[in-house]
């Protein structure tokens, strides 16, 4: 597996950052035009390398109650004001969410599936599968720009408030304004389906792990369909993917695998290094975030994270792996949709499967028998708790907290105290200011 997928060399898949007034802020360079399938593969393996070295899911967990920025100087310039959702004055020295960098991953799959027709050299079925790529590519890089941007779905007016502008066309001089919630999730349903018609492969070898195949088709629209709150809909696409696969990780077995390894039992997807590089070192768990882990019983905190630091946080170990799709967060997903259809027997299973691997055999049975006497809203809640348990350091947890309760978090650092209330508007980032320069329409 390329733990850093590798750059093609095609000159045509360079796109610089530049300050061309468009409100994407990229540039395409180069004069040498793909043809063949191979050059197009080329150009797609370098978007999957562009996006999956992007940290911002990683960096917005530090919004959440799990992660916590660490105590060096370079760590808290760059995060601390992000982890106290200082948004209105933060420092200077504050990084800023690439909003660019996404819009220049969407920008490589539009190339792609606009000159589809024009591919040679390849099957029609290598094509297809290529294309297909491309737009799960494009569908998901859209989830996750809506999911930092827009409202959530589920919140009441969600659906009807302005998010993200929409990006289906090569056009880089154009203003386009704000899409509203509702028209980025069909559009991003639209490229599931899409997808769905073209990607042939179910699954790749490990080394080519991090394309997309007709697993991450359905593990992807089990996700969406979970954040709109389309029960009926997430589960069934939750359960037609573990009907394809459902192989877990069992930590009582000691040669077990992180389950987010792209070398893991679980793996689906392996894109995504959401702690790439340096930044895996300066996000912590915070310790009121390790008492979730049910002491001696739960398997996990050994495996997930190394001894506690002198103040008390843990780092994590699974924050340097691959991993966008696993089996574990489908049976969550089952889980969770069934609970909410009030198919307690079947959520009660799913939720059971999952936590036999995680726990030891007198720990599972004490869980097995308080989860079998929970009703609906005792045992949603008990799911989401797992699911902040199992799913860790791997770009879930804001936006769990963001489709769901969007609960009220306080935090004391230094002695201060800083609170994101209940519904808080700071669920929802601000728009990155270098976009709103570029296109002044982005307020709109």
Known sequence: ????????????????????DSYLDIQPV??????????YRALLTTAYNKGAKIIDKGVIDFRSDMSIVSTSSTAQNAYSDIEKWNDITPSSTTREFQWES???VIYYANAIIDKQNQITEGSQEEINQLVGEAYLLRGYTHFILVNFYGQPYTKE????????????????????????????????????????KLINQESWKEKYSYRFSSLSVDAMESRVRLYMGEWEKAYAAAELTLAKKSDLEDFNNVDSKLPNNYESVETITAYEVIYYSVFADQALLAASFMQKYAAN??????????TANTDGNYPSLKSKENCTFRTAELYLNAAEAAAHLNKIKEARIR???LMKNRYTPEGYEEKANAVNKMEKDALITEILEERA????????RWFDLRRTTRPRIQKVIDGQTYILEENDSRYTLRIPQAAIDANPGLLN
């Open 157 to 196: 007016g969600g659906p009807e408030s302005k998010s993200i502008p929409l990006k289906w066309d090569l056009d880089l001089e154009g203003t386009p304004s704000r899409n509203t919630v509702k028209e980025i999730y069909t559009a991003i349903l639209a490229d599931i389906e899409s997808a769905r």
């Open 389 to 396: 348990r199992e799913l860790a350091f791997e770009g879930h």
């Open 351 to 353: 939720l059971l499967q």
């Open 30 to 39: 180069g004069k040498v035009i793909p043809n063949t399938l191979s050059e």
């Open 1 to 20: 597996m390329m733990r850093k997928i590798y750059i093609a060399t095609i000159l045509i898949g360079s796109i610089l950052l530049s300050s061309c």
């Open 102 to 104: 996404f819009y220049s």
């Open 297 to 306: 019983h739960d398997l996990r905190p050994a495996k997930y994270y190394s």
